[in-house]
Each structure stands twice: as structure tokens, then as C-alpha cells.
């Protein structure tokens, strides 16, 4: 029998990717993340690897692992991308994704906060799903940003979004109202997903610096070629 999470990824990745391909009048973001190449830059097999993080009022804290094997590198730039998605218990078992060009990790990781999000207020997953896609689609605030990466400082972009704010029915979550969503992404770093983070802000609004209720993140730490 098919884990539910198994089914709920083909599911995620339908309703985005299938309302998301770069045409004229989709957004920014959406382009970024569902219709790029992010994987052009891997020129080798090996692991893209980050670490998990969450720092929390609510819950307690906790850090974990996630990779993403990268083998089967075509021509065009496209590979097959095998998950490694938190590790003893937390463990979820993703299938693998051949012949991609993105990199799924933070597609994963979404499925993870909804099914986190459906958990903490007993919601409905499609809900918060349908919620997310509008926002990318409404398109997200974007800066300029600097990683450090391997010693040094490499331009990247930061888009945010808030899916919840103002929402019909946020009395029915509304801890969560303000909650933001934060991709940061280089063309300079591999599979230039840099870091995806959400933040739950004590209150609507949030700034760094400032402590949220929430502060959740998977972030690149490094790129590990396969040994031959």
C-alpha cells in the first residue's frame, strides 16, 4: 500500500506544477521555482545536502538532515534525484524523481509544512495547498540578497510570501494568519535552492531580527561528489 505522503507528493506537485510552467502572466516565483533548471549547475553525480532546523516556542526545537542524490546527469541538463528526507523516525520515504530539471527538495519540504500545518490545526491540507498556490501565483516580495558559500559572498534573491494573511477563514488558524514563507535561491549555489525558511511571527507581522513564534528552515550546506 502506498504511504499516504507518497500520494500526497504526486498530489502536491500536480496542483502546482500543473498551474505553473514560465508563460507570460504567471509570476515571478512561480517561474523560479517550478520552471527552472535548477539542476544545470550539477555537472557531477553526488549529494546536495541541508540541514533541517526548527526553533519553536510552541514545540521545542529539533534539527535534521535532508539529501538529494543527484545521478544520471543528461545532456540537457536533466537527472534522476533520489530523497533522503530526515532521518530515524522522521523519516519520510519520498519516491524518486527521474529525468528532472528542478530540484524537488522544495516542493518536499511544502508538503511537509502543510501536513504540519493540517496536524497543528486540524485543517484541511488541500485548503492550505490552494492557499500557497494563490499566493505564488499573486506573485511574491522579492530583494536582493548575498550567501556566504564556500567562503565567500555569492548574489542569490530572496522571495517571500504570506498565503494566510487576511484570509476568510483565519479565525479557524489564526496563530498561524501572518505565517511567512521565504525562499532564498542563487544560480551560484548547486541546485541553487539555497534555503527555504517559514517563519510564525508573535503576532501579523515579522522582521529579522525580531523573535517569531516559529522559525523553521531547510538550508544547503554542501554538494559531495559520488565517489567513483
Do not use: C
Not at 498530489?11 to 527552472?36: H, P, R
Not at 543528461?74 to 530540484?103: K, S
Not at 535552492?193 to 554542501?222: A, C, K, M, N
Amino acid at each position: 500500500m502506498k504511504k499516504p505522503w507518497l500520494s500526497m507528493m504526486a498530489g502536491l506537485m500536480t496542483l502546482f506544477i500543473g498551474q505553473a510552467s514560465a508563460t507570460t502572466g504567471f509570476s515571478e516565483i512561480n517561474n523560479e521555482l517550478f520552471d527552472k533548471a535548477h539542476l544545470k549547475n550539477v555537472t557531477e553525480p553526488g549529494t546536495l545536502s541541508y540541514v533541517y532546523r526548527k526553533d519553536s516556542f510552541l514545540e521545542g526545537n529539533r534539527e535534521d538532515t535532508i539529501e538529494v542524490e543527484v545521478t544520471n546527469i543528461r545532456n540537457t541538463g536533466r537527472a534522476d534525484t533520489h530523497f533522503r528526507f530526515f532521518t530515524d523516525n522522521y523519516n519520510r520515504p519520498y519516491e524518486d524523481r527521474p529525468n528532472q530539471q528542478g530540484n524537488g527538495v522544495f516542493v518536499l519540504y511544502l508538503e511537509y509544512d502543510i501536513s504540519e500545518m493540517e496536524r497543528l490545526t486540524s485543517g484541511d491540507r488541500r485548503y492550505f495547498q490552494r492557499k500557497i498556490r494563490w499566493a505564488f501565483a499573486e506573485g511574491a516580495d522579492k530583494k536582493a540578497v548575498e550567501i556566504d558559500y564556500n567562503g565567500k559572498k555569492v548574489p542569490g534573491y530572496q522571495y517571500t510570501v504570506q498565503p494566510y494573511l487576511n484570509d476568510p477563514q483565519r479565525s479557524r488558524f489564526a496563530l498561524y494568519e501572518g505565517k511567512y514563507y521565504i525562499f532564498t535561491m542563487s544560480e551560484e549555489i548547486p541546485g541553487e535552492i539555497y534555503q527555504v525558511r517559514t517563519i510564525v511571527p508573535d503576532g501579523r507581522t515579522w522582521q529579522e531580527g525580531e523573535q517569531p513564534l516559529v522559525d523553521e528552515s531547510i538550508t544547503f550546506v554542501g554538494f559531495e561528489p559520488m565517489a567513483e
